[in-house]
């Protein structure tokens, strides 16, 4: 499998009674298909995994499935700091139709490499669906090491990583390790550009959400040699990218969807509504930059 481009690190939408609001699921998903990225990515950190329900977080994989009806490729996260709990999402990924899964690495219980090896290679020979290693420490309080990294390449399921450690160097090693035997992804929008200098083929992004377009065509300008066009972009969608971790992900970025008007809804606890103050910041960022709210209807 190539993935190559903007894959986006989708939201889930609640209703006001905390519930999944599928309508708006599969509103956001035609919108992110008709702009034309490369695919999407549910359940993950941005999709607020973490407080879904193995049942809810399925059905979000399932619906993202017929929704998306081969139109784009989907990612699905499949990540737990419990490798069995990990493998049973990653079956349920593929019996569901997914193209692959996005796994984190495991958080708080701090695996050394070697477990971490041994986590990646569980799920691999048991759930048998092409795998994305999702790197960051920032969340999870381990670093996946280049070197680990190159002991999965071993594994052909083991397709690509996404790299959010915010060290170009760390890439840079990656690459000249694992060469193109796996793809790097950036799992941070601000640093694409150069993760793409450094052997990176695309990102998944939370900025997709909202900027689609925009992203898709810096890594493409990229890719055909337009270096200007694609610095113009990454300098035009930079003050976005930073507003987006003005509070939690995925605090701001669905707080940017609503005012827009896609369909994001509410967030769960422990996660809480932007601070009126920081809400100014992301609105006056948008409208500095010429971000205007979205006809969804018109679609």
Avoid at 201 to 225: D, T
Avoid at 274 to 298: C, F, G, H, T
Wanted: proline share 5%; with cysteine.
């Amino acid at each position: 499998m190539d993935l190559h481009g903007c894959y986006v690190a989708i939201v889930t939408p609640f209703d006001p009674q905390g519930g999944l609001d599928e309508h708006g699921l599969r509103s956001n998903i035609n919108f992110l298909i008709e702009k034309g990225v490369a695919g999407i990515v549910p359940c993950g950190t941005t999709g607020e995994s973490a407080t879904l329900s193995w049942e809810e977080h399925n059905r979000v994989v399932d619906i993202a499935v017929d929704e998306v009806k081969g139109r784009v490729t989907v990612i699905s996260g499949a990540g737990s700091n419990n490798t069995r709990e990990a493998i049973e999402a990653a079956k349920h990924a593929r019996e569901s139709g997914a193209d692959a899964i996005l796994c984190i690495t495991p958080y708080y219980n701090k695996p050394t490499q070697e477990g971490l090896y041994q986590h990646f290679k569980a799920i691999t020979e048991k759930a048998a669906i092409p795998t994305v290693v999702y790197n960051v420490p920032g969340r999870t309080g381990i670093n996946l090491f280049p070197e680990t990294l190159e002991r999965l390449c071993e594994f052909e399921s083991i397709i690509a990583v996404k790299e959010a450690s915010g060290d170009l160097a760390q890439i840079s090693e990656i690459h000249r390790r694992c060469g193109e035997r796996i793809t790097i992804l950036s799992g941070d929008d601000a640093l694409t550009l150069p993760m793409l200098a450094c052997g990176g083929k695309g990102v998944i992004s939370v900025i997709g959400n909202i900027l689609p377009v925009e992203m898709s065509e810096m890594v493409k300008a990229f890719f055909e040699r337009r270096i200007d066009d694609a610095l113009a972009l990454h300098e035009q969608l930079l003050p976005i990218s930073k507003a987006m971790f003005i509070e939690t992900n995925p605090i701001p970025v669905k707080t940017a969807m609503n005012y827009l008007g896609l369909g994001a809804g509410t967030l769960r606890l422990p996660l809480v509504s932007m601070s009126e103050s920081n809400k100014k910041k992301l609105i006056s960022v948008l409208q500095s930059n010429n971000v205007k709210p979205i006809n969804v209807k018109a679609l």
